[in-house]
């Protein structure tokens, strides 16, 4: 039998199903794993996502796209294979792609976080006979703190800021990482405002039932509250117009590439929060362990590596080559990312 997906030009290919996986050109069927924008494009005849994703992917890619949600673990058939999605902690209604035919079982991760977080359904474990895996962050170097120690740091810098009568802006990607920092702050310290960006998605979470603080447009906090407050703005925002109104201010970068020794620095903050939305070397073998599976196919991000160390410990591994980009890369400068990650 030959194999169950492959690459085409267009994105990972499902043979017998006849559809897409995050397809990075146009098809007439995709099944989205999660809507950050390297996954999730434009153009397609029909989506299919998580039931939980359907609004975040409506919100950045039109109302009228043709897009179906299924629930986790619950399945559709398609010429003959059953497909279900299974949560994968990445951002809200992310999800892996489990593809059963003919009692073979293919499993593509998508984007995934195996420690659990506020904002979205925690990372599950499917057995496979494949598993299709990201390697964003996949070297031995990488290895998180727990989230509420963040946390702490990053309540603990805006604390003090807020003392010496300073605002706080930490720089963070408006989808995921931006509702993932809000669900840790403590709103008594001070106003949290969100960059017009961030707002609609702050809205899908919480229609979705993520607890996040309330947030403030810029415009409705005076210019004595600012002095105190905390600002969530994209990397986008940084040396704009827009940021001017909060005078002498303290900034940082919340990313899992801020472990990297000198991002920081290059990126000209003052401080870098080891924050990801994807799972650190740890997570990914304990992942991959999870699933069971003889084979494993590394995609984006230290394809080589892992594919190297995945031999070693006696398992069938190949990569492929996709399109797929890296959302937290976005988060700093990405000329960054290849020399000191050893990005393939
Ligand atoms: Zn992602
Ligand atoms: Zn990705």
Not at 101 to 114: L, N
Not at 263 to 291: C, K, N, Q
């Amino acid at each position: 039998m030959g194999d169950m997906v492959v690459v085409r030009k267009e994105g990972l290919y499902c043979v017998p199903g006849q559809f897409y996986i995050d397809p990075w050109r146009p098809v007439d069927r995709a099944v989205i794993t999660h809507a950050h924008g390297d996954h999730a494009r434009v153009g397609h005849g029909h989506y299919l996502s998580a039931a939980s994703g359907v609004g975040v992917l409506k919100s950045r890619l039109g109302q009228d796209i043709h897009i179906d949600g299924i629930e986790y673990g619950a399945s559709v058939e398609h010429n003959g294979v059953r497909i279900s999605l299974h949560p994968a902690g990445h951002v809200l209604g992310s999800a892996q792609v489990r593809m059963e035919h003919k009692g073979e079982v293919w499993v593509a991760s998508g984007d995934y976080k195996v420690e659990p977080d506020r904002t979205c359904v925690p990372f599950e474990p499917v057995r496979c006979d494949t598993f299709i895996t990201e390697s964003t962050f996949g070297l031995p170097i990488y290895r998180w703190e727990s989230e509420q120690s963040i946390f702490d740091d990053i309540n603990g810098w805006w604390r003090k800021n807020a003392a010496e009568g300073r605002c706080s802006v930490v720089f963070a990607y408006s989808f995921g990482k931006a509702q993932r920092i809000l669900s840790g702050l403590d709103p008594t310290i001070g106003a949290i405002i969100c960059h017009g960006s961030a707002e609609p998605l702050n809205r899908v979470y919480r229609e979705g039932g993520v607890d996040l603080p309330p947030t403030k447009m810029v415009t409705d906090v005076d210019k004595a509250a600012l002095k105190t407050a905390i600002v969530i703005a994209p990397p986008s925002a940084g040396g704009t117009t827009w940021m001017k109104r909060f005078g002498d201010y303290s900034d940082a970068f919340a990313s899992g590439w801020m472990q990297l020794r000198g991002a920081r620095r290059r990126r000209g903050v003052d401080r870098g929060f080891v924050l990801s939305d994807h799972a650190d070397w740890p997570g990914l073998m304990t992942a991959i362990r999870a699933t069971e599976a003889p084979r494993v196919i590394v995609t984006h991000g230290s394809i080589p590596v892992m594919v190297r160390w995945l031999r070693q410990v006696g398992l069938d591994a190949s990569g492929f080559n996709t399109e797929y980009g890296d959302d937290e890369a976005d988060e700093v400068v990405a000329a960054d990312v290849p020399e000191e990650a050893g990005n393939a």
